[in-house]
C-alpha cells in the first residue's frame, strides 16, 4: 500500500528520513500517527524509527538532545520542530511488568516492529508514502479489529498497561478486540495492580472520552481490568449503570468523566475526595467535581438556589449538564444556564465591597465576623435583596452588625 498524500507532519518531517536513509541507514514513520493516517484521522506526535544507532543519528545533525538515550531515542532539533528519533531495537526482562530491565540496539525493521502492542500500530512508512505492514495489521484496520503482535500474553506481560490500551482503542477507534487478546487481558488482569495509579489513569480518560465508550467500558468490565483500578473492585454491580449511558455519549473532559463515575457509584460530594485522591487526580479536578456533585445533588432535591449556581460557575455546570443528558432520571436540570446568566455576578472579585471597605469603614474587625459578613452581603446581592452598590453595600452592613 502507498499512501499518496502524505499528512502535513509527515511533509515537514520527509528531510529528517531522507539525511538518514541517504547516509545508509533505513528510517520509518511509525506507531499511532501511520495508523491514524491510513484512518484518515487527525495525527498528532510523528514518531521515527531507524536502523541507526543513537550515535549516528547524532553525528548526522548538528542539533540533536539526549532525550532518552539509553533507550536509543535522541531528539532531533529542525527548524521550529522537533523529532524523537529512536533505534531499531528488542527488550528482555519485564520485571516491573512495564519497563524492560535490557534493551539491545538491532538492525532490523522486523525485530523492532514485533515487540509493539497491536498490529494496527505496528505499521511502518516510509518516507515516499510505501507502508510496511509484517502483521497483518492493514487488514485488521479494515476489519476493526484490535489484535496483539504474536502472543498476547506475552506483550501484556511485557508491559500491562497495554491491557488499558487495548479497550482506550476499542473505544477511540469503535474496534472490537480479537478473541485471543481479549481472552488474555481476563486471564492476566491482575497485572494492572503491577502499574502506577496515574498511567490508569491516563487511559481510563481516554477510553471515556473515545467515541465508542460504551464499548470500552463493556470490556472494562467483562475482562475484569476494573477490579484491580482504584475504589472499584466490589462495584460491579454500579458499574453496569455506565452500560446504559447514550450510546451517542461524547465526553469532552475529565471532570466530565468523573461526575459521570461519581453518579454512578452514588458517590457524594464529601465521599468524592477521597475517592479521587485514590485514582491520583488533580486537586483542581477534586474541586470542580465536588461542586458539580453539589450541584446534581440539589438538582436531585429540587432546591438549586442562586449560591449553589455562583459557587458552581458556568464551566461546571456545563460539565453537569452534559453529564445529566447521558444519564436517566438524573434530575431537573432545566434552565439552569440561563439562571446563571441571570446573576447579578459571577465571581467575588464583582462585589462592590470587600474586607478592606469593612474595616476602613469601622463597621467590623478583622476575625471570623468579617468572613461571615461578607458571606452575607454576597448573599443578598445573589438573590437581588440589596444591588451590588457600595452605598447600599456599607448601609447593609452596618444593619447587619447592628441587629447582631
Known amino acids: 500500500m502507498q499512501i499518496k498524500k502524505l499528512p502535513i507532519e509527515f511533509v515537514t518531517a520527509r528531510p529528517i528520513l531522507q539525511t538518514i536513509e ?12 501511520v495508523r491514524d493516517t491510513i484512518l484518515q484521522d487527525n495525527i498528532h506526535d510523528v514518531d521515527i524509527a531507524t ?13 540533536t538532545i539526549d532525550t532518552g538515550i539509553k533507550h536509543g531515542t535522541v531528539m532531533i532539533l529542525s527548524g521550529q520542530n522537533k523529532y524523537e528519533v529512536t533505534t531499531f531495537r528488542t527488550e528482555s526482562g519485564y520485571q516491573d511488568f512495564r519497563r524492560p530491565d535490557k534493551v539491545t540496539f538491532v ?13 494496527v500500530n505496528a505499521l511502518a512508512l516510509k518516507e515516499n ?10 487488514q485488521d484496520l479494515k476489519d476493526h479489529i484490535l489484535r496483539a503482535v504474536g502472543k498476547p500474553e506475552e ?6 498497561l497495554r491491557m488499558m490500551r487495548a479497550i482506550r482503542f476499542a473505544s477511540k477507534l469503535d474496534f472490537t478486540i480479537e478473541a485471543a487478546t481479549e481472552t488474555a487481558i481476563k486471564h492476566h488482569a491482575e497485572l494492572l495492580e503491577k502499574i502506577a495509579v496515574e498511567r490508569i489513569l491516563v487511559e481510563f480518560n481516554k477510553m471515556m472520552m473515545g467515541q465508542k465508550p460504551v464499548k470500552g467500558i463493556r470490556y472494562f468490565l467483562e475482562t475484569g481490568l476494573y ?16 452500560l446504559k449511558i447514550r450510546e451517542d455519549t461524547h465526553l469532552e473532559n475529565e471532570n466530565q468523566v468523573w461526575l459521570l463515575m461519581c453518579r454512578v457509584l452514588t458517590i457524594s460530594s464529601n465521599q468524592s475526595h477521597h475517592f479521587l485522591k485514590a485514582w491520583k487526580t488533580s486537586n483542581e479536578l477534586i474541586s470542580a467535581v465536588s461542586n458539580g456533585l453539589d450541584l446534581f445533588e440539589a438538582m436531585d432535591q429540587n432546591t438549586v438556589s442562586e449560591q449553589i449556581l455562583f459557587q458552581t460557575g458556568k464551566t461546571v455546570i456545563k460539565d453537569v449538564l452534559t453529564v445529566a443528558n447521558v444519564l436517566p432520571n438524573a434530575g431537573n436540570s432545566d434552565q439552569l444556564l440561563d439562571r446563571y446568566e441571570d446573576l447579578p455576578i459571577k465571581d467575588s472579585h464583582e462585589l462592590k465591597i470587600n474586607g478592606g471597605i469593612l474595616l476602613k469603614a469601622h463597621i467590623t474587625t478583622p476575625g471570623p465576623q468579617l468572613g461571615k459578613l461578607l458571606t452575607i452581603l454576597l448573599n443578598e446581592v445573589l438573590t437581588g435583596k440589596i444591588e451590588n452598590k457600595q452605598p447600599d453595600l456599607l448601609l447593609e452592613a452596618k444593619k447587619i452588625v447592628s441587629e447582631d
Open 129 to 138: 508514502g510505501t507502508v510496511v505492514d509484517l502483521f497483518n495489521g492493514l
Open 51 to 63: 536502523s541507526a544507532y543513537p550515535s549516528e543519528i547524532k553525528a548526522l545533525f548538528p542539533k
Open 22 to 33: 541517504k547516509a545508509g541507514y533505513e528510517a520509518y514513520f511509525v506507531g499511532g500517527s
Open 107 to 119: 538492525r532490523s525493521l522486523a525485530e523492532d516492529l514485533k515487540r509493539r502492542d497491536f498490529t
Open 227 to 242: 477490579a484491580f483500578c482504584p475504589q472499584l473492585n466490589g462495584q460491579l454491580m454500579r458499574l453496569k449503570r455506565l
Open 155 to 160: 506483550r501484556f506481560h511485557e508491559d500491562a
